[in-house]
């Protein structure tokens, strides 16, 4: 099959990678004051822990905002390459209908016209006519979706917390319909448990330290480097997943495939 770009937007791994460029920086502070230890104002030692400790709150913000991004190209990709609404999940559809309801009976109305009301208004609540509205719109359903987007960004995207696996899931399932994603998480020497379980372990060592400035272990400079190359994985493959989801629904490829090399293997000193 041949692959053809059919987009200009930048692929979302390659941002999640200038992004994690950042953390280049932080080890290589962390080497040189590790051999050349350095003092505060006060003539104190200063501690490298502080910088093993912004290093996992830094790779768990870019994976945050990597997952965000990711989901976001991609409805907006197949927002402008769809034929049909079909290709989207019903939730956002009943939520692109929202401001299409009919209105409630009022107290001005003759008794035919509240019946009328009454009918459409039970229809809505039943959630009937907010999934037939998109067999009667014709062309006009991609303008009610095109107009809607920011609500639908607003409802799942801006109120998306805590990057776990089921969460991960839930979000892509609800804006464009792939379902699990993380069931993809898996390579040679890592099983999808095993990848969910890491991933699980990073968000929990980022929530100790954001909350309490403490974690359940210690965090040494092998958790940054092999934490950094878990979530590269992830990405990568996500994002080759979500690709794969996204031409099946439009018939065109968003980006290129990410070609992840890097491949960590379960450690259980990492993942505990």
Same mark, same amino acid.
């Given at each position: 099959?041949?692959?053809?770009?059919?987009?200009?937007?930048? =692929?979302?791994?390659?941002?999640?990678? /200038?992004?994690?460029?950042?953390?280049? !920086?932080? /080890?290589?502070?962390?080497?040189?004051? !590790?051999?050349?230890?350095?003092?505060?104002? $006060?003539?104190?030692?200063?501690?490298?822990?502080?910088l093993?400790?912004?290093?996992?709150?830094?790779?768990?913000?870019?994976? %945050?905002?990597?997952?965000?991004?990711?989901?976001?190209?991609?409805?907006?990709?197949m927002?402008?390459?769809?034929?049909?609404?079909?290709?989207?999940?019903?939730q956002? $559809?009943?939520l692109?209908? =929202?401001? +299409? =309801?009919?209105?409630?009976? &009022?107290?001005?109305?003759?008794?035919v016209?509240?019946?009328?009301?009454?009918?459409?208004?039970?229809?809505?609540?039943?959630?009937?006519?907010?999934?037939?509205?998109w067999?009667?719109?014709?062309?006009?359903?991609?303008?009610?979706?095109?107009?809607?987007?920011?609500?639908?960004?607003?409802?799942?995207?801006?109120?998306?917390? #805590?990057?776990?696996?089921?969460? /991960? %899931?839930? +979000?892509?399932? !609800?804006?464009?319909?792939? $379902?699990?994603? !993380?069931?993809?998480?898996?390579? +040679?020497?890592?099983?999808?448990? &095993?990848?969910?379980?890491?991933?699980?372990?990073?968000?929990n060592?980022?929530?100790?330290?954001?909350?309490?400035?403490q974690?359940?272990?210690?965090?040494?400079? &092998? &958790?940054?480097?092999?934490?950094?190359? +878990?979530v590269?994985?992830?990405?990568?493959?996500?994002?080759n997943?979500?690709?794969?989801?996204?031409?099946?629904?439009t018939?065109?490829?968003?980006?290129?495939? #990410?070609?992840?090399?890097?491949?960590?293997?379960? =450690?259980?000193?990492?993942?505990?």
């Open positions: 099959m041949t692959e053809t770009q059919t987009s200009q937007i930048l =692929q979302p791994f390659d941002l999640f990678t /200038v992004n994690m460029r950042e953390l280049d !920086s932080l /080890v290589a502070i962390y080497a040189h004051v !590790s051999n050349h230890p350095i003092t505060t104002l $006060k003539g104190e030692p200063c501690t490298t822990e502080i093993l400790k912004q290093g996992i709150v830094f790779i768990v913000t870019c994976w %945050d905002e990597y997952i965000k991004q990711l989901v976001t190209s991609a409805f907006e990709f927002l402008a390459h769809a034929e049909n609404p079909d290709v989207f999940p019903l956002v $559809k009943m692109s209908s =929202q401001k +299409l =309801q009919p209105p409630h009976p &009022d107290r001005f109305d003759n008794d016209v509240r019946r009328r009301k009454q009918k459409a208004r039970e229809n809505w609540d039943s959630h009937l006519w907010k999934q037939d509205i067999h009667l719109a014709g062309e006009g359903w991609i303008r009610l979706l095109r107009e809607n987007i920011d609500a639908v960004m607003k409802q799942y995207v801006d109120t998306f917390q #805590s990057p776990r696996p089921d969460n /991960v %899931d839930k +979000l892509f399932a !609800s804006i464009i319909g792939i $379902k699990p994603l !993380s069931s993809h998480w898996a390579w +040679l020497g890592m099983s999808c448990e &095993d990848a969910k379980k890491c991933l699980n372990i990073l968000l060592l980022r929530g100790d330290l954001v909350h309490t400035n974690s359940h272990r210690l965090v040494t400079i &092998d &958790d940054i480097d092999y934490f950094s190359l +878990l590269n994985k992830l990405a990568g493959i996500s994002a997943v979500v690709r794969e989801h996204v031409y099946k629904q018939g065109q490829f968003p980006w290129l495939d #990410s070609g992840i090399l890097d491949v960590p293997a379960y =450690q259980q000193a990492r993942c505990h």
